[in-house]
């Protein structure tokens, strides 16, 4: 975390700014893609949304963790410490954990309801004692504790310019398209860990099982049929893209370039897969270098513009009568977001 960052956030107390500091190391070193967006937004916005992902790379590395040696029954009993943890810290406040520290500091400061958190460490949970869905139905009831709460936590953070919960269930739609991307891009890697998130009823429907998936795993073998399963779960994942793309828009205009960047990147790891054969059961897709820098100049260019509009709005704007009434807040008109 910069300085700079934690000053404009009004984060001044040497124990708060070192865990926030702390979980911005989480995300930088874990999620490349979220904390290049990240830098998008104005720089008092970037140390919460640092804590929320920070958390969640927390409790994901204590489940999924494979340079680990921790047994199930550790990582069950680390999670619930975890979930006190949080507990305390949501309820006072404040906790001895740095990132629980950073993550109710947030929490508070943005009013963001600790359902949201509840249902994070249940998915998380579950990812102990269960290795497959299946249906898309019961991959949603699971998703939506993993993936579509962590779009509804951001959404204070982010600002709208509407009413809020007019743009949850594309913020929520979010969350879930970008879990999708990542089920599909390490496939072969969760199946190490003795999961699989492509549901069953997709499989039967191409005419393979999860043991032709191992299979072709651990022989390096490829299958038309494997391939057709994963070319459906991809035009799957587009289609949840399409329900969050409206969602940009209704955002508050200074965070709608880091969303914007965070929906090309991530969709463009569909088209990295794609472009390999789906191959994902042997070798990770990734977004060419090229293609990154492209989309993270356009979208810096974005928010400068954005920052720019701001700024000669605030100059123009006139001196208030600290005598006068304050006057009412008119409601903002969402504006189009361009097709990306």
């Not at 720019?308 to 600290?322: K, L, S």
Request: charged share 30%.
């Amino acid at each position: 975390m910069t300085v700079r960052e934690l000053d404009a956030a009004d984060i001044h107390e040497p124990a708060l700014r070192a865990a926030y500091t702390r979980c911005r190391e989480l995300n930088a070193r874990h999620g490349k893609t979220y904390f290049l967006a990240t830098r998008l937004l104005p720089v008092d916005r970037r140390p919460a949304v640092h804590a929320l992902y920070g958390f969640a790379r927390w409790a994901d590395d204590i489940v999924d963790d494979l340079d680990s040696t921790a047994t199930p029954g550790e990582r069950a009993r680390a999670l619930l410490a975890l979930e006190a943890q949080l507990e305390e810290g949501l309820r006072r406040g404040r906790a001895t954990e740095p990132v629980i520290r950073a993550l109710a500091d947030t929490a508070r400061r943005y009013g963001i309801d600790r359902v949201h958190f509840t249902d994070f460490l249940a998915s998380m949970r579950s990812d102990l004692t269960v290795g497959g869905y299946a249906s898309y139905e019961d991959l949603g009831r699971y998703m939506h504790g993993s993936a579509a709460v962590i779009g509804l936590q951001m959404l204070p953070v982010l600002g709208t310019v509407g009413p809020r919960e007019e743009a949850a269930p594309h913020a929520a739609a979010l969350g879930v398209a970008f879990q999708l991307t990542n089920f599909l891009r390490d496939v072969g890697e969760d199946l190490d860990r003795g999961r699989l998130y492509l549901p069953a009823e997709l499989l039967a429907a191409h005419g393979v099982d999860r043991e032709r998936f191992e299979w072709s795993r651990s022989t390096g073998v490829r299958d038309a049929r494997i391939t057709d399963v994963l070319r459906a779960a991809a035009a799957h994942n587009r289609g949840v893209y399409r329900d969050a793309l409206p969602g940009i828009a209704m955002l508050a205009p200074v965070s709608r370039p880091c969303i914007r960047t965070a929906f090309v990147l991530y969709s463009g790891i569909l088209d990295a897969i794609e472009a390999d054969g789906y191959a994902v059961l042997h070798r990770r897709s990734v977004v060419p270098r090229r293609r990154r820098a492209v989309v993270a100049l356009d979208g810096l260019v974005r928010a400068v513009a954005v920052r720019a509009v701001n700024r000669r709005g605030e100059e123009r704007a006139p001196v208030a009568d600290p005598r006068a009434s304050p006057p009412s807040r008119p409601r903002v008109t969402p504006v189009r977001e361009e097709a990306v």
